[in-house]
């Protein structure tokens, strides 16, 4: 995607705008829970923020450091699907843990929805597709590893704020 903007054939934006389209298209059949900051997915990255990225190098250069582009390479959306996954089942085992300390029954009255919504998803998953989540984990993670094989360090740019917690709006989606 960096490519894209690089060359000018879309610009952050548009690749932000598109991820945004796709989570309201695959997330429902998905049954699962998005939290979405859309005021932080608005906001443009700063010429600050790129003005510091670019000291950052110039200085590793200064240093004596060769500096490439380059990224891990790993399958984000399979990634974000399989974290979705994993964490999921977590959420239900630990709440099943709670539950029995507790001697309660998690739902919808003892639970807020996203967290109820996840423990069904977690509740639900079948053993396959939990293993099939830890195998795509697995494969990000020798990707990642593989990287740093060949580069020390990862250097990119973050947002200079975070959005306060009360923005988030969450969407559950149940069948």
């Known amino acids: 995607m960096a490519d894209l903007v690089r060359r000018k054939e879309a610009t ?20 699962s829970v998005v939290n979405i900051l859309d005021e932080q997915a608005d906001r443009e990255i700063t010429n600050d923020c790129i003005n510091v990225l670019h000291d950052t190098i110039k200085l590793c250069e200064e240093l004596g ?34 539950s029995k300390a507790l001697n309660r029954v998690p739902s919808e009255e003892n639970l807020e929805a996203a967290s109820f919504a996840c423990y069904q998803y977690g509740q639900a998953m079948t053993a396959p597709e939990l ?21 020390d360090i990862f250097i990119t740019y973050n947002s200079p704020t975070a959005s306060p917690s009360r923005r988030i709006k969450s969407k559950c989606y149940r069948n």
């Open 131 to 151: 293993l099939e989540a830890i195998d795509i984990m697995a494969m990000v993670t020798r990707s990642v590893g593989q990287f740093f094989t060949k580069y």
């Open 12 to 31: 952050p934006r548009e690749l932000v705008d598109a991820a945004l389209a796709g989570i309201e298209v695959v997330n429902p059949e998905l049954n």
């Open 65 to 98: 450091h060769e500096v490439v582009e380059a990224s891990p390479q790993i399958d984000v959306e399979a990634h974000s699907f399989a974290t979705l996954r994993v964490w999921s089942a977590n959420l239900a085992n630990m709440m099943n843990g709670v």
